[in-house]
């Protein structure tokens, strides 16, 4: 059974930086691009970034290019996401998820993310 466990949420101040990781278990599938969305209260899931399996490619959205980063160690099937300069509009409980058919070239659509993990909560205070 393929379990995704997000991990490094918590309560920061406006400014401050967190580090959340994504470990994959159980997976039945080779390689796979990982994707890290959010959603906050009263607001649909959307995209933040994503990467893929081999050559680290990167994808962001536009709110928080420059400030997060991605990347992954792939021998302990780990994905981080660095987050730097946090905001109060980044709050927000903060999914991974991964997709087996989309291996180098990952995509913002969750709807190609075929496993998820439950989430891990962000608070930024201002």
């Known amino acids: 059974q393929v379990q995704l466990v997000e991990s490094g949420g918590g309560l920061v101040q406006t400014g401050s930086s967190l580090r959340l990781s994504c470990a994959v278990s159980?997976?039945?599938?080779?390689?796979?691009?990982v994707g890290w969305f959010r959603q906050a209260p009263g607001k649909r899931r959307e995209f933040v970034a994503a990467?893929?399996?081999?050559?680290?490619?990167?994808y962001y959205a536009d709110s928080v290019k420059g400030r997060f980063s991605i990347s992954r160690d792939n021998a302990k099937d780990t994905v981080y996401l660095q987050m730097n300069s946090l905001k109060p509009e980044d709050t927000a409980v903060y999914y991974c998820?991964?997709?087996?058919?989309?291996?180098?070239?990952?995509?913002?659509?969750?709807?190609?993310?075929?496993?998820w993990g439950q989430g891990t909560q962000v608070t930024v205070s201002s």
């Open positions: 998820a991964a997709d087996p058919g989309r291996i180098e070239v990952p995509t913002s659509t969750s709807g190609s993310y075929d496993y």
């Open positions: 159980g997976r039945t599938f080779s390689n796979y691009a």
């Open positions: 990467i893929g399996w081999s050559f680290g490619r990167t």
